[in-house]
């Protein structure tokens, strides 16, 4: 460890600790090792040199805002450290510097005056900082308007009870405190949208992107809150983090998938039929499938009213057909792709069914790269995976954000709702780990009968930093706001605690001078207001909302076919048309073992051709017949001498110096483009001089012609295409193309007038 620690010693010089409130003790004892040496003197470097540029640490935080206990953060260590560093520096003689900040560039005073009131109780203080100093922020934004309410809460309706049990025909209007919050909720942002209702900081009306909605946790009134949203028309980014197979988006694309693998399912037609893709009303699902006779399938209805319905036939056949070849990744792509799947999904959901689809696109081609394609494999594995999301809501658009106070860490918005400030805090689990002289003891504490002695010690010292924490989260949650905070919230069935945050802020705001009470109906709302007192520079700023037009029509147009075929044109394989050039060694079969022998000795000499030109002449002839004389090769004398005088009576031809010659390449790739074609082929030998280029190919697989005129037109059309390629690289130098019949070993030239008739 001493080794390892002076080697890092030796590399580093600063130390910076960004979010430092929530750096675990595990994580400050790292940080405290490799700083061991910073204070302990000169070391690797002179005094003169420490002095000029001593070694430093710089830690950023705020334990006010330390809200991730779950993460194992313990805001006291951020204290304790900070008095571990401060006695270590002056002891070295060096400076240590606490600068607090308490100017804020976020919020305005209206904000951050209720902020510090909240806070005035010495215990409150003590919660968040672990210290009674007072809290006080001052503001960056001098005279900038601000406003905070707090509404009353909703209390719970008292309900009759049917005497008698009657069937439920009617949709009876629901009380449930949680959706009247978030109908009041929407209600106020759908007025401030349509009035135009201004956003003086910022010298515009409000949008939906201005609006932040902060909860503890993802309950029922967050669905409640986006539907009361959608109800109105507001745009909405949905939930932070989501479960992938929850959303609807998602679950039409899956329900899509499982009507290809089974059309005759009965319930996943009528969900397809009334998902957006299709859009059928509740009356035409109805007019379809209610006069079917008994066990018809809703597929055989549908596709019995062909004519009624061809356009809905027509487009699930197609998906139907394609879903038969096609992986999953393929198939949702072409659904929402050409068969402009997600524009139905957006105009129907929202723009936010975007991140869900993208996701579930990503996890389609995870699968296909880790298991074996199928449709009904990857809809198992989806399901069964239970995937979470988190989406970025920073870049939320111009839509209203719905999220926990934890995950708005770092965020703000002109203008910040808090509606569950009635709900308790979290209690500590049941099942949890304490400290005690050093050492880590498991307990279970489930009710107070089980709260007895080290257990209830342990508990309550739980509990307390449960406490403190939600205080702190609070906290958190206000300065999160930017011009306006809004505070409401409900209650259940029994009353709310006097400890939640709706009478920690309700309380404090109360108390201070300016507060007005406005009645509004049989309501009294609590408002602090500062109204603009200078005129704010951002008053001349604009949203500049972009006017996006509608996609052209060829968007939506297949492209056409590429001119060039996909696979590349093989100059030496034979075309359909072309004659064979080949004779098959099973049309006659005494010529069977005459036709082996051949391409046995094609293909040696091919490979002597290949080799003998890089070595020097004195050493070619052993080398060939070394070459040949291999046990594996079943030659005779006779048989390597032959070989060996023919190959050698070519490479050496001194008419042939530059094909064979120290400038000439053997097996060289040639890719180009001929008119339409694509070309990839290789030359077997080729040459390349000031003005001229020689192009060389063995031929095995038939007895040669007699003549250059009696050259098959594939081998011609072959050379022709190499000469082609050639000719657009080198247009100043002359090529000639030379064949080499490997079964007599006898080098023939093409004539130019051969060459040239080719087109292609």
Known sequence: ASWILYKLDGGID??????????????????????????????????????????????VGDVKQSIYSFQKAEPKQFNTTKEYFDTHVNAAGLEFKNVPMNLSFRSTSAVLEVVDQVFKPDDFRQAISFSKDEIRHDTHRIGAPGLVEVWNPILPQETEQDEEWSPPIIQKPAHDPKSIAAEQIADKIADWVKSGEMLASKGRPVTAGDILILVQKRKEFVHYMIRALKKRKINVAGLDQMVLTDQLAVMDLIAMANFTLLPSDDLTLAIVLKSPFIGMSEEELFDLAYPRAKGESLWSALLKKRAHYKDIVDYLTLL???????????????????????????????????????????????????????????LSWIEKGDIKIKRDMEQG?????????HG?????????????????????????WHEQEYQNYILWVKNKDTQVGAGKIAYEKRKNDVEDENKRLLYVAMTRAEDRL???????????????????????????????????????????????????????????????????????????????????LSPSRPDDDDEEVTSSPLKISQHIKRDKQKYHRGRLIHKLLEILPELQIEQREAAASRYLSHKALDLTEDDIEEITKEVLAIVENDDLTVLFGPTSRSEVPIVGQIGNYSLSGQVDRLAISDDE????????????????????????????????????????????????WTDICSLMEIPEENLSKIEF
């Open 486 to 568: 809004y505070i409401t919230g409900w209650e259940g069935k029994n009353k709310r605690k006097k400890s939640c945050w709706y009478d920690m802020i309700r309380d404090a705001v109360k108390e201070m001078d300016g507060t007005e009470e406005i009645e509004d109906g049989d309501e009294i709302i609590l408002r602090r207001e500062h109204k603009s007192e200078i005129r704010i520079i951002e008053a001349a700023e604009e949203k500049v909302i972009p006017n996006i037009p509608s996609l052209p029509t060829w968007a939506f147009i297949a492209p056409s076919a590429e001119p060039i075929p996909s696979r590349p």
């Open 397 to 405: 658009g111009d839509m209203v954000r719905i999220m926990t106070v």
């Open 14 to 59: 600063h130390i910076l600790i960004d979010e430092a409130q929530d750096t675990n003790p595990e994580q400050w004892k790292i940080i405290s090792k490799l700083a061991l040496e910073f204070f302990s003197g000169a070391g690797r470097h002179d005094e003169e040199t420490i002095k000029q540029n001593p070694r430093t640490i710089f830690a």
């Open 693 to 740: 280029i020689l192009i060389i190919d063995y031929k095995t697989n038939r007895p040669p012609p007699d003549d250059a005129k009696n050259i098959p037109k594939i081998y011609v059309r072959q050379m022709a295409a190499y000469r082609a390629v050639l000719k657009d690289i080198y247009p100043k130098h002359k090529v000639r193309s030379f064949l080499l």
């Open 320 to 378: 139907t057909n394609y879903a038969d070849f096609q992986p999953p990744y393929e198939f949702f792509s072409y659904l929402l792709g050409p068969l402009r799947g997600r524009e139905k999904l957006i105009a129907r959901l929202g723009e936010q069914s975007n991140d869900p689809v993208d996701e579930f696109l990503n996890q389609a081609m995870k699968y296909e790269q880790n298991n074996i394609s199928s449709m009904q494999g990857f």
């Open 408 to 432: 708005a860490k770092g965020l703000q918005a002109p203008i910040v709702f808090l509606p569950d400030t009635c709900q308790e805090m979290n209690f500590p689990d049941s099942l949890f």
